[in-house]
């Protein structure tokens, strides 16, 4: 098998994975695809360092981790993060996507992008993406008892965000 077979592979089996979670992490439809297309051009690139010590899945999204981090190190954080308004739509959920997201997920998505982005990576990779604490420990880099710790103080801040939005988290955070 070819090395562009296999990156086409990964593609195929983690493309969709990777994209929705750095569409949660930036927030922005056309940028999260721009994002995940160089994440895996990053792995084309780099396929010769994969040692297969871990996962091919963990791999690629501390690939996807990494280059979502060199995109909020170039941008104004604080603008792209708190900036949700749907005027923008080519680069934004539209108005309609909200709509079909549901009231409680458009609840979780927003909350979510208010949350800091160490926050956001691991609720989105323990709780949508449902990694182990060991994947997400080898994915961001951290030890597994400081992806517990965070998590912990990330669900209490979503809380907080929820209900202040007016939901109740147990109805929406199972």
Same mark, same amino acid.
């Given at each position: 098998m070819?090395?562009?077979?296999?990156?086409?592979n990964?593609?195929?089996?983690?493309?969709?994975?990777?994209?929705?979670?750095?569409?949660?992490?930036?927030?922005?439809?056309?940028?999260?695809?721009?994002?995940?297309?160089?994440?895996?051009?990053?792995?084309?690139?780099?396929?010769?360092?994969?040692?297969?010590q871990?996962?091919?899945?963990?791999w690629?999204?501390?690939?996807a981790?990494?280059?979502?981090?060199?995109?909020?190190?170039?941008?104004?954080?604080l603008?792209h993060?708190f900036?949700?308004?749907?005027?923008?739509?080519?680069?934004?959920?539209?108005?309609q996507?909200?709509?079909?997201?549901?009231?409680?997920?458009?609840?979780?998505?927003h909350s979510?992008?208010?949350?800091?982005?160490?926050?956001?990576?691991?609720?989105?990779?323990?709780?949508i993406?449902?990694?182990?604490?060991? *994947?997400?420990? *080898?994915?961001?880099?951290?030890?597994?008892?400081?992806?517990?710790?965070?998590?912990?103080?990330?669900?209490?801040?979503?809380?907080?965000?929820l209900?202040?939005?007016?939901?109740?988290? *147990?109805?929406?955070?199972?």
């Amino acid at each position: 098998m070819s090395n562009q077979d296999t990156v086409e592979n990964w593609y195929d089996d983690y493309g969709n994975a990777v994209f929705t979670y750095i569409l949660m992490m930036v927030g922005h439809y056309q940028q999260a695809e721009d994002l995940t297309q160089e994440t895996f051009v990053k792995a084309f690139r780099k396929q010769e360092q994969f040692l297969h010590q871990s996962s091919t899945k963990t791999w690629l999204f501390s690939i996807a981790q990494n280059t979502t981090k060199d995109y909020f190190r170039k941008k104004n954080p604080l603008k792209h993060y708190f900036d949700l308004s749907l005027n923008e739509k080519d680069t934004q959920f539209s108005p309609q996507q909200l709509v079909e997201l549901g009231e409680q997920e458009a609840a979780v998505f927003h909350s979510l992008q208010k949350l800091k982005l160490s926050y956001r990576q691991v609720i989105v990779l323990r709780m949508i993406k449902e990694f182990s604490t060991k *994947e997400t420990s *080898e994915v961001l880099g951290w030890s597994e008892s400081k992806v517990k710790s965070t998590l912990s103080r990330a669900l209490s801040e979503m809380k907080n965000e929820l209900v202040n939005g007016g939901f109740e988290y *147990e109805a929406i955070i199972r």
